[in-house]
């Protein structure tokens, strides 16, 4: 307990530094494979959860292994993590156990902006993986599991510890954007309204008022596809 209380008492004093920014339009380039480039997030969560939503825009090329969102607590560095083990392959871990979705071949192809929307509920253990607005096979884990709500939130590696551990051969290289959580299970018609660029409620992460820190090479750009024809 007293490890906690500690942990507890640093993390709050290392979240009061961070700013709230509005970041429509902008994306965080992850430009190399490292150990130390990160996005660290700070939100409120006021109770231990039982269910959550985590959604994201992603554009990479890479084919290993890739750790997109990771949720640490002081008692389980993988109480939440998305990971792409293989191209074809999303990874959701819930309270250090995982499920793997495999995505049908007609929806792997070249590489191109990809949005992800991952939930879970504790009263069902169900576990659900919308890609590009498709859901696919939803799958069971961690049945009546509570998630801590004293956490750090990193985005582009994967925590060992809390905020450090982290690999290289994990980490994202690529650009994310529009990363929004929520402590509930979205249902069908908000997944579609995030995978259009809506704005939806209740929030405890919100890429319009996101309060996070930069560590190592992580640069803010704005968001760009291509030229008109």
Not at 60 to 66: A, D, G, K, M, V
Not at 157 to 176: H, N, R, T
Request: proline share 5%; glycine share 6%; with cysteine.
């Amino acid at each position: 307990m007293e490890v906690l209380h500690v942990f507890v008492l640093i993390f709050a004093g290392f979240m009061g530094s961070f700013a709230q920014e509005d970041l429509q339009n902008q994306v965080f380039v992850f430009p190399v494979e490292s150990d130390s480039a990160a996005v660290v997030l700070k939100a409120t969560i006021p109770h231990p959860l039982t269910s959550f939503t985590v959604c994201l825009w992603h554009y990479t090329f890479l084919n290993r292994e890739i750790t997109f969102f990771s949720y640490a607590t002081p008692t389980t560095d993988n109480d939440i993590i998305l990971f792409k083990p293989k191209p074809n392959q999303y990874t959701v871990y819930v309270g250090n156990a995982l499920t793997t979705f495999i995505l049908p071949e007609q929806q792997h192809g070249k590489p191109a902006w990809e949005h992800l929307c991952a939930s879970w509920e504790s009263s069902t253990g169900l576990v659900s993986l919308w890609v590009n607005g498709k859901l696919l096979p939803r799958a069971g884990l961690q049945k009546g599991y509570s998630i801590s709500n004293e956490a750090s939130i990193v985005l582009g590696q994967d925590q060992d510890s809390i905020l450090g551990g982290y690999e290289a051969k994990e980490s994202f290289v690529g650009e994310m954007r529009e990363v929004s959580m929520w402590d509930r299970v979205l249902t069908p018609a908000e997944v579609c309204l995030a995978f259009s660029g809506c704005n939806l409620s209740d929030y405890l992460i919100n890429w319009r008022a996101l309060s996070y820190e930069i560590q190592g090479y992580v640069v803010v750009q704005p968001y760009f596809t291509s030229c008109p024809r």
